[in-house]
């Protein structure tokens, strides 16, 4: 039966895949630096194994006699997703795919030396290789705007014809709040930046992991230098995580962001492994799930009622201050120079910034050369602050070392669908809220397994959107949310 020699197929290519994860994670955690040219080498055979097998005569064969069998609704999805990935995969040359692995790796180390010199130029040159690949990759796919090329990689469908009407209509929305909140009584949250232990921050965060469902046993935590979630099946998801010992809110967020990433992942089937259901549906899905853990469960009022108290016990330095406080600072509004310690509201204007940045330079319109200043420039637009250093600034980011470009907006768009799926959620479970006041946050993670998790790539973000909450993506769900969480917090 072909459909079982497409499982065969696919499986394989999905080993591969998981393996290079493997020597990726590894790569970032513990690696010594002698180890990154073979490191680099190492990665670039697995990859170019995997797209020969992604693109070979083979599959397309297997793919088109399983077509023709009868085969389950599901299968038939199965089949008709991996006809999709093939005919996308052999637009791609092999010998492109070996030379943009070999660069990538190249260019993260690049990344690193540069963070560490606090100087951008150190980047340059290969960050305009890596454009320049990137170029060469929309190219092959002919799309209306070379930019949509690359965001298909991540959120399948997403256009820059889409993408400019959605970001200006959440602009309008999100400019007028952020006014009267600017004009509004400050948030003290200073508090935040006393000394914490390294120690204690990780062990509060472990057990908070633990209590919302991620499984250890499927999994680990580590510390990284740009925290991030990978997967090797449903059953080894590892997040990383950083600290800083005098901002209590870098650690604990991110390991829980990380860890709706690694929810999402360990509550994919164990049988489709391999098998596109058994992926994620998208990037934009997949930010959801972190965000709907980090923002509207990890930042929300009832959740810190049952864990402020066991906070004050076992975090040396909230003996004097109360659950209110603590709230408001968490939720503190404030424009600010870095993407990931932004808070909710602002946060999607750092994402702007780089939608538009990008966006130029993919099409040609910006050379690297300029992109500091345009960054600067941006910042000062956008969010009246400017960068006084690279690392602050545009070396923040590890997505351009990586080659992912299209990437960001996903994040913008999974913050919104959160706040839609959360206002379902919040209808179809009863008692939500007062099940997380009691730290009971089994239901909610059932409601996101069955709901989302179960079908993987199934559906399109858009289907799972409408079948989850009966209509498309809206950002009115989020700028709800917003006003109301920031109307308590701001008095206005
Ligand atoms: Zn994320």
Not at 106 to 126: G, M, P, T
Not at 152 to 165: H, K, M, N, S
Request: net charge negative; charged share 20%.
């Amino acid at each position: 039966m072909s459909y079982i020699l497409l499982e065969k197929k696919l499986k394989e290519i999905a080993d591969l895949q998981y393996a290079i994860a493997v020597l990726h994670w590894d790569q970032e955690t513990y690696m010594p630096i002698k180890s990154s040219a073979s490191r680099s080498r190492q990665i670039a055979t697995l990859s170019t194994l995997a797209h020969q097998k992604a693109c070979s005569e083979e599959l397309k064969n297997t793919i088109d006699a399983a077509l023709e069998e009868n085969l389950t609704k599901e299968q038939k999805a199965n089949v008709s997703l991996a006809l999709k990935d093939y005919t996308k995969a052999v637009l791609l040359p092999e010998a492109f795919v070996n030379r943009l692995s070999l660069h990538t790796s190249e260019a993260y180390h690049a990344w690193v030396a540069a963070r560490k010199q606090n100087d951008y130029s150190l980047f340059q040159e290969a960050l305009t290789t890596m454009i320049e690949l990137k170029r060469e990759q929309a190219s092959f796919y002919k799309t209306a705007h070379p930019y949509d090329a690359l965001l298909d990689e991540y959120e399948p469908g997403a256009t820059v014809a889409q993408l400019d009407p959605l970001f200006k209509s959440l602009k309008e929305q999100l400019l007028p709040l952020l006014k009267r909140i600017k004009q509004a009584e400050q948030v003290d949250n200073s508090f935040l930046h006393k000394y914490y232990s390294q120690q204690q921050q990780w062990d509060f965060s472990m057990q908070i992991l633990q209590h919302i469902g991620y499984d250890f046993e499927a999994g680990r935590q580590d510390f990284a230098e740009h925290p991030f979630t990978t997967s090797f099946s449903s059953q080894d998801v590892r997040i990383t995580t950083r600290v800083d010992e005098y901002d209590f809110s870098n650690l604990l967020w991110s390991s829980i962001h990380e860890a709706g990433h690694a929810l999402y992942e360990q509550g994919l089937r164990d049988d489709m492994y391999g098998m596109p259901i058994g992926s994620a549906c998208s990037l934009s899905i997949h930010e959801s799930q972190s965000r709907i853990w980090e923002n509207n469960i990890g930042r929300g009022i009832h959740f810190w009622r049952y864990w402020f108290p066991i906070l004050q016990q076992q975090v040396d330095g909230f003996e004097n201050s109360s659950l209110q406080e603590f709230y408001a600072a968490i939720n503190k509004v404030s424009p600010s120079l870095i993407r990931t310690e932004a808070d909710e509201l602002t946060y999607h204007f750092h994402v702007m910034i780089r939608y538009e940045l990008e966006k130029g330079l993919i099409e040609g319109t910006l050379h690297p050369k300029d992109l500091k200043q345009a960054w600067n420039d941006a910042y000062q637009n956008y969010l009246g602050v400017c960068p006084q250093d690279d690392v602050t600034g545009i070396l923040q980011d590890i997505h351009w070392s990586h080659g992912s470009f299209g990437y960001f907006p996903t994040y913008s768009l999974g913050s919104l669908y959160a706040a839609q799926f959360y206002a379902f959620a919040k209808q179809t479970i009863p008692n939500l809220e007062s099940a997380i006041e009691h730290g009971d946050t089994k239901d909610f993670l059932n409601w996101l397994r069955n709901s989302i998790h179960t079908f993987g790539r199934r559906y399109t973000s858009d289907e799972l959107c409408k079948l989850v909450t009966g209509s498309s993506l809206d950002t009115q769900y989020f700028f709800d949310y917003a006003h109301n969480k920031y109307k308590d917090i701001y008095k206005f």
